[in-house]
Structures are given as structure tokens and as C-alpha cells.
């Protein structure tokens, strides 16, 4: 692999659904979109996005992050095929998923998954090692994958531009790990995001081979439009 590598990532989160607008744990339950409520937010993405053009297209594999995507029109504009990618699923919430916290605030497993800031293993799902490291065996993938195409390209040193459509979760991960954002303040909205500029340099030796030198928000507030 090159030595460093130039990668623009935006994710952005699913449009929204019936168990978000509940304030229901989704996790990795298949839940669609809910329209007309989810509409006014994907245009807003969409208009944000369309006039940028992606070098890879990844998506959680579940419908909601598909269904954006599709909103989104990236893949129409996109010379390579949208991958499905079950590593950009949600966090698995097991035995809370389709509550509510209203449901879930007496019991002591709960209280102490909060306060161990999701580091906790959910009973019958995950924890935060287990979503950093599908997202860190996704990343090192997307490494590889820049590498080959900016080795492929007519003078080398090109960005490629990747877009993710992903969960809340994910995105909280990234942040905390691209913007040393706490994981509980790094919240998007649905059919929101984040946009970094990063660098993977394989040399680095016992640090974060992915180096971000700037973030910003996805679609870009009206003030920093042109």
C-alpha cells in the first residue's frame, strides 16, 4: 500500500423512521423509512449532495440506509457499483431494541450501559469494541481499496471521495475517533452527517493511521453555502 493516501469520507445518517420518531432503540432491526415524515429531510440531502460526485459508494445493508441512499442520487452520478455493507450496521442492541428509555430506565443493566458510555456489553448484543472493530476492518478496507485507485490514476496524489451511508452510531464512532468528540455529544440528525478530510499513512508506527485534518457538516448549513 502507498505510504499515504488522500480520502474525502462523508456519512451521513438514515432517513427518518416510525421507531425515531418513537424514540424506540432501532439497532439492527430491518425498519424502512417512514414518509411523508422522512421527505423534507432527504431533499435537504439531496440538494446538499448533487453536485458531488463519489469515487465509492458503501451502505449499511439495512433498508432504511438503503433507502436513503437511493434518495441521495449518488449512485446514478457513481462509475462503480454501491457496496452493501453489513460492517456500517447500527450498533446491535439486542435485548433493548424496540424499547424505549422510558422502558428501559429501571433496570440496572441499562443504567450501567449508560454509564459506562456503551463501553457495556448489551445483553444479547454488542459493545463499543465490537462496533470499532467492524468499522476498523472497514476502514482498513477502504484504505486499500483509495490506495489501488489513487496508485490507478493518471499522476497519483488524488482524493478519493467515498460516501457512507451509515447509522447514528457509526457516525458517533467516527466522530469520536476523527474529531475527538465525546461518543454521547457527537449526535447527527437523521439524513444528516459529517464530512472529513483525512490521511492514511501506513507508516505510522503506534498511532491512528488515519489522520483527519478538517471536519464539517452534512448537508452544509445555508450560511457556508455559496
Not at 481499496?145 to 488524488?158: C, F, I, L, T, V
Amino acid at each position: 500500500m502507498a505510504a499515504a493516501v488522500s480520502v474525502e469520507l462523508v456519512a451521513v445518517r438514515h432517513g427518518i423512521t416510525a421507531w425515531n420518531l418513537e424514540r424506540r432503540y432501532q439497532g439492527q432491526r430491518d425498519i424502512d423509512l417512514k414518509f411523508p415524515e422522512a421527505e423534507a429531510a432527504l431533499e435537504r440531502l439531496r440538494t446538499g449532495l448533487e453536485r458531488e460526485t463519489f469515487t465509492l459508494i458503501h451502505s449499511s445493508d439495512l433498508t432504511r440506509c438503503r433507502r436513503t441512499l437511493e434518495w441521495t442520487g449518488a449512485a446514478e452520478k457513481s462509475a462503480v457499483a454501491p457496496a452493501l455493507e453489513p460492517r456500517l450496521r447500527e450498533l446491535d442492541f439486542g435485548d433493548y431494541e424496540g424499547k424505549t428509555y422510558d422502558e428501559l430506565k429501571d433496570r440496572p443493566d441499562y443504567r450501567a450501559w449508560i454509564d459506562s458510555v456503551g463501553e457495556q456489553r448489551i445483553p444479547g448484543g454488542e459493545n463499543g469494541a465490537d462496533l470499532r472493530a467492524r468499522l476498523n476492518a472497514w476502514l482498513a478496507d477502504v484504505a486499500k481499496a483509495a490506495a489501488e485507485m489513487d496508485r490507478a490514476g493518471p499522476s497519483g496524489g488524488q482524493t478519493v471521495k467515498v460516501l457512507a451511508v451509515a447509522h447514528g452510531g457509526v457516525i458517533r464512532e467516527l466522530r469520536r475517533r476523527f474529531e475527538k468528540v465525546a461518543f454521547w455529544d457527537s449526535t447527527v440528525r437523521q439524513a444528516e452527517g459529517r464530512r472529513w478530510q483525512l490521511t492514511y499513512d501506513s507508516n505510522i508506527e503506534g498511532g491512528d493511521p488515519w489522520q483527519c485534518s478538517c471536519s464539517s457538516a452534512v448537508p452544509a448549513p445555508a450560511s457556508a453555502t455559496p
